[in-house]
């Protein structure tokens, strides 16, 4: 019997994704003026890049991510102006470092525990996936997709950085 497949609502819309050029000026605590002097462009271009995401220039978003020492906006904005890169590239979860160490250990237990490696050395063994193989082949990318995804959210979770300014206090209080 053939599964039935949830079909789409067509009156449904897809919420818009953040302009990742917003997020980035909100971020750096600028005004869309202040940016746009900043950027070498005026208010409104700015306005426009915001409410159309795929039009903003890449240089744009990569001197925005520097600015703010972000490089998740480069991510995001590469995500929400290609379409493939939406396609390929995982999704980055919020997460604190901690947790996404873990969810990288965890993830690399997993194709240890599994035997993930030797698996796919004995499916690459004769250069094709044959018929046979394909079900276990697919298991495996599975899990490499999951670590995949560790790897992205670890690259890209909330770290803690401490100024030099709360060192020097932690050594004061440890005096």
Not at 24 to 50: K, Y
Request: with cysteine; glycine share 4%.
């Amino acid at each position: 019997m053939p599964t039935a497949y949830p079909q789409p609502d067509p009156q449904a819309r897809a919420e818009p994704a953040p302009s990742p050029l917003k997020t980035g000026r909100e971020l750096s605590g600028l005004s869309q003026e202040a940016l746009a002097a900043t950027l070498g462009t005026n208010p409104r271009t700015l306005r426009r890049w915001e409410a159309d995401p795929e039009k903003t220039p890449d240089d744009v978003m990569l001197t925005l991510a520097r600015l703010t020492d972000c490089p998740q906006l480069l991510y995001n904005h590469f995500k929400t102006k290609y379409r493939i890169a939406d396609e390929i590239m995982p999704s980055v979860e919020d997460m604190a470092l901690a947790q996404a160490v873990v969810d990288l250990l965890h993830n690399l237990a997993i194709l240890e525990q599994e035997h993930i490696a030797t698996r796919l050395l004995g499916l690459a063994a004769d250069g094709m996936i044959d018929y046979q193989e394909e079900a276990d082949y697919g298991y495996i990318m599975a899990k490499l997709d999951g670590l995949i995804q560790a790897v992205t959210n670890l690259k890209f979770c909330q770290k803690r950085r401490a100024d030099h300014g709360d060192e020097q206090d932690e050594q004061n209080a440890d005096s």
